[in-house]
């Protein structure tokens, strides 16, 4: 008790009671400033990435001349970002080409982009046609059901050649579940038509329609067919906000 009532032990005792949270304070504050600090450093490695994610479609899109062919930035930028996608999982064997429909523009456009990305140049450019029940000049609807003679949005793979009513062409793989997947099943193909091109158009309004196959001009598939078969990156676009915001590729 009378340890207790010390003078001195009491002031100790109070001295060690003051300098003890002041301490632990300090200790949390500089946890806190190192939280803080890997937090900073994580969202400036994110914006980097992104930045130079942009810069790089940036330097492609002006280094192949895509404005002057009429590609629009962002579809390129949404093509090229899928077409990395699949390359990083290994889904491509052909990697050095990638072929964009931009299905924003009108069927009176060549809107078929081939790309080779090695070197840095459009191999084709030329029409392309949209499923009859996804619009007439411009297509505006689409999907990926049965019988439905609308075009499918997405990413695909382009796999071999074979021979049927349609002459020479080329199958294709979809590869985003709910948006294309069904391609096979719906036997959507590359193949040749003759109401796509310069020819259908002297006298036609609009460009013809397929079933939902992305068909292209008879005289040109056998080049457009011996560019991109065998394993290459096929990204058929257009702005829909469904499939933006919900394809797993475009937003891995």
Do not use: W
């Amino acid at each position: 008790m009378r340890t207790l009532t010390n003078p001195l032990f009491i002031c100790a005792t109070l001295l060690l009671l003051s300098i003890a949270p002041a301490s632990q304070a300090g200790s949390v504050k500089k946890t806190k400033a190192r939280t803080h600090r890997a937090s900073s450093a994580h969202c400036t490695a994110a914006k980097k990435f992104s930045a130079d994610f942009e810069e790089e479609v940036a330097t492609l899109y002006e280094e192949i001349d895509l404005n002057d062919f009429g590609l629009s930035k962002e579809a390129f930028e949404y093509a090229y970002k899928g077409y990395l996608y699949l390359l990083e999982h290994h889904r491509l064997n052909r990697t050095n080409v990638l072929s964009i429909c931009d299905f924003s523009q009108s069927s009176r456009s060549k809107r078929l982009y081939i790309i080779d990305l090695d070197q840095k140049k459009v191999l084709i450019n030329t029409f392309v046609a949209h499923g009859r029940n996804s619009g007439a000049e411009f297509a505006h609807s689409f999907s990926n059901s049965n019988r439905s003679h609308k075009s499918s949005l997405g990413f695909y793979i382009t796999e071999n050649t074979y021979f049927g009513d349609h002459g020479l062409s080329l199958k294709i793989q979809g590869v985003e579940r709910g948006f294309n997947d069904k391609a096979a099943r719906r036997n959507i193909v590359i193949h040749g038509s003759k109401y796509v091109g310069e020819d259908f158009l002297e006298g036609n309004p609009i460009s013809g329609r397929s079933f939902g196959c992305p068909a292209v001009p008879f005289t040109q598939i056998d080049e457009v067919v011996d560019a991109i078969k065998e394993g290459s990156c096929l990204f058929i676009y257009h702005p829909t906000k469904k499939y933006l915001l919900k394809s797993k590729i475009i937003n891995s």
